[in-house]
């Protein structure tokens, strides 16, 4: 018996609550979603559909960390973007039935991971370029997103207060021994150049600097082997 419209939408319908509690497991969760507007540029599901609206997930501190170690440990050594490459195992497994369109940060061409995640959580910018959350301050970061082919009723938070809008001294900004941070622009190559050489020894083991400076969330700032691991990886040294 073919079913009615009404219940094959209901049948479709996302259940975010079984897909937090499943992403919870790894130590990811929900970030934020949002409906898309319909004039906005258009994301494709992979069915070729409109997608409709967006769900971001995420890790907030290094809850993940152990769960990402130990599948690790079970990888090939030889295995390019292990992170990438988990974080699409466990997001797409917990998703599952969902009826989504599993899109990463990596994936070419780019998603507005960003735009995004300031829309769907009200963030804003620090001088690093990482987005400022009133609670985890730096340490947090997005692992992926769900599309979907229809809208969920979901919009984004009410303004939030912006941290960095009340640090006065602005420590983020004079811990980098290179100076590749600025209020004006970020030093890329600069930093790299630092990262891979005899003298960056610091920062491939201990982090960026910058980041770590920051007072905000200190309480969720990633161990160290995790730092080390996201610079080696960021300065294309071997894991």
């Known amino acids: 018996m073919k079913r009615s419209g009404l219940a094959d939408t209901a049948r479709r319908l996302p259940d975010l609550r079984s897909l937090g509690e499943r992403l919870a497991r790894s130590g990811l969760h ?3 979603s949002f409906d ?3 004039d906005e540029p258009a994301s ?4 070729g559909d409109i997608a409709k609206s967006v769900v971001l997930i995420g890790n907030s501190g290094g809850g993940f960390w152990p769960h990402f170690r130990r599948w690790r440990g079970n990888q090939p050594t030889e295995l390019q973007n292990p992170l990438d490459t988990w974080s699409r195992t466990v997001i797409e497994e917990a998703a599952a039935g969902q009826n989504a369109t599993f899109v990463s940060p990596s994936d070419r061409p780019f998603m507005p991971f960003q735009q995004w995640a300031m829309r769907a959580e009200g963030l804003k910018p ?3 370029g990482i987005l400022m959350h009133p609670e985890w301050g730096l340490w947090h970061a997005y692992r992926g997103a769900l599309l979907f082919d ?3 009723g979901l919009t984004g938070p009410d303004e939030i207060p912006h941290l960095c809008e009340t640090c006065i001294e602005k420590p ?5 021994p290179v100076e590749a941070y600025s209020a004006a622009a970020f030093e890329y190559q600069r930093c790299l150049g630092h990262v891979r050489g005899s003298s960056g020894g610091s920062c491939r083991s201990r982090g960026c600097l910058d980041r770590n ?3 905000y969330g200190t309480e969720y700032r ?3 082997d995790m730092q080390a691991f996201i610079m080696r990886a960021y300065a294309g040294l071997d894991r």
């Open 213 to 215: 400076a920051c007072p």
């Open 126 to 128: 620090s001088p690093l």
């Open 36 to 38: 898309f507007e319909p």
């Open 172 to 176: 983020c900004l004079r811990a980098c």
């Open 44 to 47: 494709t599901t992979q069915a």
């Open 30 to 32: 929900l970030r934020g």
């Open 222 to 224: 990633y161990p160290a």
């Open 150 to 152: 229809q809208p969920l």
